[in-house]
């Protein structure tokens, strides 16, 4: 891709490296090959304690109905302008909101593509998302792309936000491959199991950690002789509430809470399983790292876990449903051999479609088409897709 294109991310804000979307915007920027700006709408701890590697300003955004957002709005069309942005790529409801005004404001042509990796997560949204919903519509006709990391997003954006399917690019997540720890975290030494399990996801009602929780106790009331226990990693208001449902279901001291750790991945290859059972999803981060790790996958049949897990490599079950859970679960228990394959299947797929190294080429593509649209002064948008 061109140095000449420049590319302004405009995100809410930043605060952690390990959280979705974040961590693979900080991939792309440290990879690509870019004249980059990164513009957060507030500051976080996390922005004040490291550095990016491109320019990052912030807005001092408060909120979209709040007396300072003019001059917030003003902050970001003096941008556009003195750092000649060629493209514009929003993450997040509000960053989209403030991208959409620069794109009817600005004096300055660029693109806007808006990202979209989740199909509408979280309850806990401000009351004037009620109005951006309203706004939405106009937004996607007005953004010349969206940009979205899978195919079950991009079906729902069509159908429900009645977007034409040449406007959505579909890119997945990219990643690392792990290396295994030279020793692993001491829990595997410490509380011995036939089969561990591991999740990774926030404590937060959507991730129904509860599942998985019934789950164990349903394997162990129907007769599981295997010794099995969880590693739960990740944090959130839900922990007490986990713990106490755990040891009222008599298997408190099989599913262990170690909060959230610096390297996953370490647990990850003292699991034998990976399970995500989420009433939501987008294309899960979750379940990319436990195929490259090799594990098999018990997931629940939402968003985009159905592009990652199948036959092949795990199994797919009902939402909400523990009973489903536990007998695809008790499946790969009993049958250390059928683990070891779909393992096996788990890490080629990642191998073959996820890596940095596939990803990577399909977002130069992708802003080189927007790039060469805004030259010939038409719909800057190509649709361009990552099957995977």
Known sequence: ?????????????????????????????????????????????????????????????????????????????????????????????????????????????????????????????????????????????LCDGIAVNAH??????????????????????????????????????????????AIAANLKPIKRIDLLVRALAHLKDTGVKDVVRAVVLGEGRLESELTHLATDLGIGDRVHFVGAVENVSDY???????????????????????????LPVVATDAGGNGELVNEMNGACVPTGDHVALAHALARLIESPRLRKELGAHSLEKVRQNFTWDKVLPQWENYYDSLAKGLARGNNPVENTHAEA
């Open 1 to 141: 891709m061109t140095r000449t294109v420049r590319i302004a991310y405009l995100i809410d804000t930043i605060s952690s490296d390990k959280a979705g979307t974040e961590k693979q915007l900080l991939n792309i920027l440290k990879r690509l090959p870019m004249d980059a700006l990164v513009i957060c709408l507030h500051d976080s701890p996390w922005l004040a304690a490291n550095r990016l590697p491109c320019d990052v300003v912030t807005l001092g955004y408060r909120g979209f109905l709040t007396p300072g957002f003019p001059f917030v709005l003003a902050s970001y069309l003096r941008l556009l302008k003195e750092r000649n942005i060629d493209i514009v790529q929003t993450f997040f409801e509000d960053s989209m909101f403030v991208g959409f005004l620069g794109k009817v404001l600005s004096r300055r042509r660029h693109a806007l593509v808006v990202s979209r990796r989740d199909l509408g997560l979280g309850s806990d949204e401000p009351a004037y998302h009620g109005l951006f919903r309203k706004i939405r519509p106009h937004v996607f006709r």
């Open 152 to 197: 079950a997003i991009k079906d729902h954006v069509a159908a429900y936000e009645q977007v034409p399917p040449g406007k959505i690019t579909v890119i997945g997540n990219g990643l690392d491959l792990p290396v295994p720890p030279p020793v692993l975290p001491s829990l595997f030494r410490e509380s011995k199991a036939d089969v561990w399990i």
């Open 268 to 294: 990850l290859y003292g699991a034998d399983i990976g399970v995500l059972c989420s009433d939501k999803e987008g294309l899960s981060n979750a379940i990319l790292e436990y195929m490259a790790c090799g």
